[in-house]
């Protein structure tokens, strides 16, 4: 029965992203083609596959729960290359029927962590005094596409997962860690724990304004300014907390950032995010570029 709903839903998904059909998902691909239009880009080309991850039995149905795979394959004038994304959707079936089949929203957790400056007592500090480091930026991205749609068992996986991915690229890269044990103070994890910068959305961008050791920043005004492994940080409110982090994996034909992100995974996606069911007018940016230590 499984694999059979499932080859209802992907039959269905082939009509969705074939030419002159209409529904949710023809809409949002609708919706891209002009977003995408507007950087003089298009989508020539969809493929989805399908995963069941639960069902709910209903009186006289089932409520499906899947994942699908997107892989977009896009033209920018004579520039092509592949975004890809993983998608939570629900399909309804009623008598053996698909009767409705939606995107399940994104829901970016977005906590407020307060930030102090507490001391970190003498030998802890001494564990992670500071280092000098080059950014290699390559490995970052390396690291990146290796993890996109899948998580390295050697770090805890969050549900909201966006930040502790885009740490896990950067110290990859060679970004220090610094301030153990105090979760407040520094960007670390160790001994399964880490401190609230590493993982927290909101706390992340506080951390890479300030810190003056170990991983540091610079704040640029443009996206265009950043180099690959850069990392940019959403506001999708636009209220002063952030929600979401990603990474720089490439640059389009125009020179704008493509990023790979965590929560709901993608790659090479355009990094506005104006596709994206969190993404509200009101939302705002931060852009940082890793700086050598």
Known sequence: MKQQLLELLEKRMQQ???????????????????IFAK???????VKGKGKID?????????????TVHLQYFIKQKDFFYIEEEREKRQGLFYKGVLIEDEEVPISFASEEIGFSEEE?????????????????????????????????????????????????????????????????????????????????????PRYLASSTKGLRAKEVKNATELLL?????????????YDHTTIVTGKDENGEPLVNAHTYNSRMRYWKYEDSSAYTPNIRYRFFTIVNN
């Open 120 to 204: 970190v007592p003498a030998e802890e500090e001494e564990m992670h005094k500071d280092r000098s480091y080059t950014y290699d930026r390559l490995k970052a991205v390396q690291y990146a596409e290796r993890w996109w749609n899948s998580y390295n068992p050697a770090y805890k996986k969050f549900e909201v997962d966006c930040t502790n991915y885009i740490s896990q690229c950067v110290h990859a890269g060679g970004g220090q860690m610094h301030g153990y044990p105090n979760r407040n103070k520094g960007w670390w994890m160790q001994n399964n724990n880490w401190s609230y910068s590493w993982s927290v959305a909101n706390a992340f």
């Open 229 to 241: 492994g850069d990392v940019i940080c959403y506001d999708f409110q636009g209220d002063g907390k």
């Open 54 to 66: 639960y069902i709910n039995p209903l009186p006289e149905g089932k409520k499906v729960y899947y």
């Open 16 to 34: 969705c992203i074939s030419p002159g059909r209409t529904s949710a998902m023809d809409n949002k691909l609708e919706r891209k083609q002009a």
């Open 39 to 45: 950087r003089n880009a298009e989508i020539v080309k």
